[in-house]
């Protein structure tokens, strides 16, 4: 176990990766600003990895003592705009890309509709886009030891909270019968997941042949749902489907009007002919707010928005699917230039071809020479035959603006629980868990209000199995090399016992109460889950602050 020398003074074990201040005091405590500073910059563990901004240093450093107070509302306020970008980024455009992408590989029928019109909101292609925020914060916090606990306290904690508080709720909104066979399957599936994640928790690492295993379960899984729909949709097609026995797809329902995702296609669709200027087009192009539904909103959705408009504008500048003929040929230049300039915080992109010619000016000059060519070659009124390529370029540069608010939504939280010395696996479980899941609750809970029910409660098991599968799998194999292959995973908190136990009998609960009750989910349901979630947390902030005692495995 990896100590520095400042946390092996500190009383709390658990918490052997976060740097802590000097034993009995506190920083508000404390009036010699450049004591703070030398220790945070001294010490190896306060170093960040990633990201653009050190908060550490911003704290310590840059505010004096007194005002730690606003340092700290400023960096909430921050956290919180983070997850609209999130939110933002993989709602309008990492998810449309994703839906343009499966349309030009012809993967409607069986992938990318099928993950809207099933019961498993987002099984596929669509359901990478619902978990992009939760795999990138994972993969993203696997990448340094120290923020481990992160990615599994957002993992387990986002799998109670959707298991329990969005599951009851939608049992409280509309109760139901639940399709039979599609939550038997997804439930199971998921306690193999958890009970996966448990034993490599308990060793205390992960391998190459445990990773593949994580992505290859996956894999099984989804093989299973579309083959269960295949047989499904032959024996209603030959009249043999039996009543009550729902499969995949077998809801009696059609998907809502306002589904969270656009349907495959739906917003790919080039513009109608026009004989406006290039200036013209691009100006309306970058203008992300529509000012008659502006006028017909309440004041609420405004406020909202006007957070919004910031992040779409600059988004608008790096990805849009529509042909827009000025500003795709911008995109030729902004995309790429994105690229280079998040990935690795911009190492990549300011490093100097021998020693003389930065990177970046290099992609600049041929992306420059490659957009005039097409503004060249092309016309404002019809798009290219390549324009498919655009959603390619778009999804790539979406999915590196999710990478780069999540690295720096890890940074920001790593940096709360040193100043409140917190672990991170408390902060995954509340902030980051609460922060991510907040986009399916409200999307759910919607589609359950609307008269899909069904639909919402097959979410809640389905898309957490991605974001545990793949956010765990992933995220350790991308942080193995040759030499090393494997990822050490020391659960020192007793807190994550508390996660693994509370998600486990949560799941068994469903998975006997939900066939005693006939799959007839109504309101007492929906009260026990809530109620046991509420259990749950009051317990795992008990043993954060040590008032309840657990012993480790």
């Given at each position: 176990?990896?100590?520095?020398?400042?946390?092996?003074?500190?009383?709390?074990?658990?918490?052997?990766?976060?740097?802590?201040?000097?034993?009995?005091?506190r920083p508000g405590q404390l009036h010699n600003s450049s004591e703070w500073c030398h220790f945070i910059r001294s010490n190896p563990d306060c170093h960040l990895d990633g990201g653009f901004l050190d908060y550490l240093d911003g704290v310590f450093c840059v505010f004096p003592p007194r005002l730690l107070?606003?340092?700290?509302?400023l960096y909430a306020l921050w956290l919180l705009y983070l997850f609209i970008i999130l939110g933002v980024t993989a709602e309008k455009f990492f998810c449309p890309n994703l839906s343009a992408i499966s349309t030009n590989l012809k993967l409607s029928h069986n992938v990318a509709v099928f993950s809207l019109t099933s019961p498993l909101h987002g099984v596929t292609f669509l359901a990478f886009g619902n978990g992009a925020p939760d795999v990138f914060s994972a993969v993203v916090a696997f990448s340094d030891p120290r923020t481990a606990g992160l990615a599994i306290g957002a993992i387990f904690g986002a799998g109670v909270f959707v298991t329990t508080v969005v599951a009851g709720g939608i049992a409280l909104v509309k109760p139901f019968t639940a399709a039979s066979r599609p939550f038997l399957r997804d439930v199971i599936?998921?306690?193999?997941?958890?009970?996966?994640?448990?034993?490599?928790?308990?060793l205390g690492r992960i391998r190459l042949g445990e990773a593949l295993g994580y992505l290859g379960l996956y894999v099984f899984y989804v093989l299973t749902v579309v083959l269960c729909t295949w047989i499904h949709r032959r024996h209603r097609r030959d009249g043999l489907a039996p009543p009550g026995g729902e499969l995949p797809g077998d809801t009696q329902e059609s998907p809502p009007r306002s589904a969270p995702w656009p349907l495959a296609g739906e917003e790919y669709r080039p513009l109608l002919p026009s004989r406006e200027s290039s200036l013209r087009i691009l100006a309306s192009a970058l203008s992300p707010l529509d000012y008659r539904k502006w006028r017909r909103k309440p004041w609420y959705w405004r406020l909202f928005k006007a957070f919004k408009v910031?992040?779409?504008?600059?988004?608008?500048?790096t990805d849009d699917l529509n042909w827009k003929r000025p500003l795709n040929c911008l995109h030729i230049l902004t995309s790429p230039l994105l690229c280079i300039l998040t990935l690795k915080s911009g190492t990549y992109g300011l490093y100097q071809i021998q020693g003389i010619f930065?990177?970046?000016?290099?992609?600049?000059?041929?992306?420059?020479?490659?957009?005039?060519?097409?503004?060249?070659?092309?016309?404002?009124?019809?798009p290219p035959k390549y324009h498919c390529v655009f959603a390619f370029l778009g999804f790539l540069a979406s999915a590196m603006w999710i990478n780069a608010a999540a690295t720096e939504l890890v940074n920001i939280l790593r940096t709360l629980g040193i100043i409140f010395q917190l672990s991170n696996t408390v902060l995954g479980l509340t902030l980051l868990a609460w922060g991510n899941s907040i986009g399916d609750t409200f999307s759910d809970l919607t589609m359950a209000r609307q008269g899909y029910p069904r639909m919402a409660f097959?979410?809640?098991?389905?898309?957490?199995?991605?974001?545990?599968?793949?956010?765990?799998g992933l995220g350790c194999l991308l942080q193995m090399t040759s030499s090393q292959p494997l990822v050490k995973l020391e659960p020192d908190s007793p807190l994550v016992w508390v996660l693994a136990g509370a998600l486990g009998l949560s799941l068994v609960f469903s998975l006997v109460t939900v066939p005693a009750q006939c799959f007839h989910l109504g309101q007492p349901y929906g009260i026990c889950l809530i109620a046991s979630y509420?259990?749950?947390?009051?317990?795992?902030?008990?043993?954060?602050?040590?008032?309840?005692?657990?012993?480790?495995p």
């Open positions: 176990r990896r100590k520095s020398q400042v946390t092996s003074t500190h009383p709390r074990k658990e918490h052997d990766h976060i740097p802590v201040i000097p034993a009995g005091a107070p606003l340092a700290v509302t599936f998921y306690m193999v997941a958890v009970f996966l994640t448990f034993v490599v928790l308990y910031p992040v779409e504008l600059v988004l608008l500048l930065p990177v970046w000016a290099l992609v600049t000059l041929v992306a420059s020479a490659l957009a005039l060519i097409i503004f060249i070659t092309t016309s404002n009124e019809e097959s979410a809640c098991f389905g898309g957490i199995i991605f974001n545990i599968l793949v956010g765990v509420l259990l749950f947390l009051c317990v795992a902030l008990l043993t954060e602050f040590r008032v309840i005692h657990f012993p480790t």
